[in-house]
């Protein structure tokens, strides 16, 4: 049965085009096998008999198959489409839509060529690898060692004129011609050199991508030189899909287009994102990225980088950071960030640091834009943190922190190092030019801090040696101590920490509290805690004098050898206690400090 009225047909397309099953059907009509053998009949007898052989219906425009017209075919057990391909070629398109096949005139795409040869306006000679592209079509072509080229491009009903762009960087004036389409065009055309070279061209240190190393491993030959030619030129486009640099929708110039969206099979190359980009395994932008980039292996971004960036191994970005940033291995920032980076090994930044970054080893900010601060926030690393200026806030490593200027806030590690402490260092190690705050630890060292070496004696030993090391509000105590006498001889060295408050120009009033370990020729090491205050009063420069109470506690010992000091109640001042083998005693302690 033949419909050939044009109502019922565009009725058919209708419905071909809002029915939910018309997938299910495509297989089974235009996949079903027929055959057919025929000698000068019409084609409507030959349609007849594959429609009823497939139990469907054709429907087509009678004025646009002629189906009066006389063939002979012999088809033997061929798909339906096989069949109508073999009666009208190529020249018709099919569509299902439940009983029915309708036939179509094909949609033909129109190319068209542009074809030339380019060459120095004042030399003559052929210019070779110089850039022709069509900025609407995103199509182009580089000239060969005669300066000549061919550029392809296919009409569109969005333009009327195609803009050929001819461009050689720099080096060379762009022209741009407005060609009709349609129809071959053949032109030469003359470049003329640039007279203001060195006015329009700036190198930064985010220049040369394409000649980087990985540029010249991921980047094909024609690829760099229309990258390099087309510096000026760039253009948005909603989306981008690719399967490496170059091989995609936007072709050799894909590094000139800035996506809303890129998904790039194994990597890509563009100028930029707007939006989101998902590469397999990597992601190369020349400018900048917002706001979702996420790479199986790494990312690398030569402008700013604004949002989230998510990389299996390395994150690079060649400008400033703000946002998060997740690195399996690492990640480098040549400029400042503000927000969060997390990496698994070690994470680096050239700018300054506003916010939260952790790594698993160490974090380091090298300041290289000599800004006044390094890091506002909190540096967490399983060893090491260093930064190249200030750090405002808290540093927090296994083994060391770094700070080539003032911290104001907190360093804690097994060693500390800073310029200027004007908050808190807590470490086994703690070195500084100066503390105006507390460097608590083991060893102090502080440059411009408080140094004294310190004579006294007590009730215990009578002869003491002490170094005191950090600064006046809080300073550790390294002491060694003899007693000479006879009949009560002791060794012991200990480890403490002191503060003076100064109530006039030159006096002050001291609390300390050590810790001494004794030897009093027994089978047990008892020790001494001693807490202990009084005043100190400065005579001199670097001399002073010290006296006052104190209160210690100590394990019960009795000396096994004549002449060995027995730490009994019997041998002290005033007992405040004594039971379970443990006592405590008020003493005394006075000296001299060398400055």
Not at 104 to 127: C, H, M, S, Y
Request: net charge positive; proline share 2%.
């Amino acid at each position: 049965m033949h419909f050939h009225r044009k109502a019922f047909f565009l009725l058919l397309i209708l419905i071909s085009s809002v029915c939910g099953t018309e997938q299910a059907f495509a297989q089974k009509l235009l996949d079903k096998r027929v055959s057919v053998s025929a000698a000068k009949k019409p084609v409507s007898y030959v349609l007849d008999n594959i429609s009823k052989q497939g139990g469907f219906y054709f429907s087509y425009i009678s004025t646009t198959v002629n189906d009066d017209s006389l063939i002979t075919v012999n088809i033997h057990s061929k798909t339906v489409r096989q069949a109508l391909e073999s009666i009208f070629g190529d020249r018709y398109q099919y569509r299902e839509t439940n009983d029915h096949i309708i036939i179509q005139p094909a949609v033909r795409e129109k190319w068209f060529a542009i074809t030339g040869t380019v060459t120095d306006r004042n030399t003559g000679l052929p210019l070779a690898d110089v850039s022709v592209f069509e900025r609407q079509y995103l199509a182009s072509t580089l000239t060969d060692a005669q300066g000549r080229f061919r550029l392809q491009l296919r009409e569109s009903d969005k333009y009327s004129m195609a803009r050929v762009t001819v461009s050689l960087g720099s080096f060379y004036t762009d022209t741009t011609l407005l060609i009709a389409q349609g129809n071959d065009v053949h032109f030469d055309l003359s470049l003329a050199p640039s007279e203001h070279l060195l006015d329009n061209f700036e190198l930064t240190q985010y220049s040369g991508l394409e000649r980087s190393w990985l540029g010249k491993h991921l980047f094909s030959t024609n690829l760099r030189k229309q990258s390099a030619n087309l510096g000026k030129f760039f253009v948005d486009k909603p989306f981008q899909v690719s399967l490496t640099p170059g091989l995609g929708s936007h072709g050799k110039l894909s590094g000139q287009v800035t996506n809303a969206i890129s998904f790039n099979a194994i990597g890509g190359y563009a100028a930029g994102v707007d939006g989101f980009e998902l590469g397999g395994a990597f992601n190369i932008d020349k400018k900048d990225v917002k706001y979702v980039q996420i790479a199986g292996l790494f990312n690398i971004v030569n402008g700013k980088t604004t949002g989230v960036q998510i990389a299996g191994l390395t994150n690079v970005v060649n400008d400033s950071m703000k946002g998060l940033q997740i690195s399996g291995i690492n990640y480098k920032i040549r400029g400042s960030v503000k927000g969060m980076t997390i990496t698994g090994i070690n994470g680096s930044v050239e700018g300054n640091f506003q916010g939260f970054q952790l790594s698993g080893l160490y974090n380091i900010v090298e300041n290289k834009r000599h800004d006044t601060f390094a890091v506002e926030g909190f540096q967490l690393a399983g060893l090491r943190n260093r930064a190249k200026g200030n750090v405002t806030g808290m540093q927090l490593a296994g083994i060391k922190n770094r700070v080539w200027g003032d911290v104001n806030g907190v360093q804690l590690a097994f060693i500390n190092r800073a310029r200027k402490v004007k908050g808190v260092q807590i470490g086994f190690i703690n070195v500084a030019d100066s503390v105006d705050g507390y460097s608590i630890g083991f060893l102090n060292v502080i440059k411009k801090g408080y140094h004294v070496l310190s004579m006294s004696s007590d009730e215990v030993l009578n002869t003491n040696v002490a170094f005191l090391g950090g600064n006046k509000r809080l300073y550790s105590i390294y002491t060694a101590g003899y007693n000479f006498d006879p009949k009560r001889r002791a060794f012991g060295l200990g480890y403490g920490i002191g503060s003076q408050i100064a109530i006039g120009r030159h006096v002050s009033i001291l609390a300390e509290l050590t810790s001494t370990g004794m030897y009093t020729d027994t089978s047990s090491t008892p020790s001494i805690i001693r807490f202990r205050t009084g005043c100190n009063i400065q005579l001199a420069k670097k001399l002073a004098i010290h006296f006052g109470p104190s209160i210690a506690l100590s394990s019960v010992t009795v000396s096994q050898q004549k002449g060995f000091q027995t730490l009994e109640p019997d041998n002290k001042l005033y007992v405040v206690d004594k039971r379970n083998g443990v006592v405590s005693w008020i003493g005394w302690q006075a000296g001299i400090d060398l400055f």
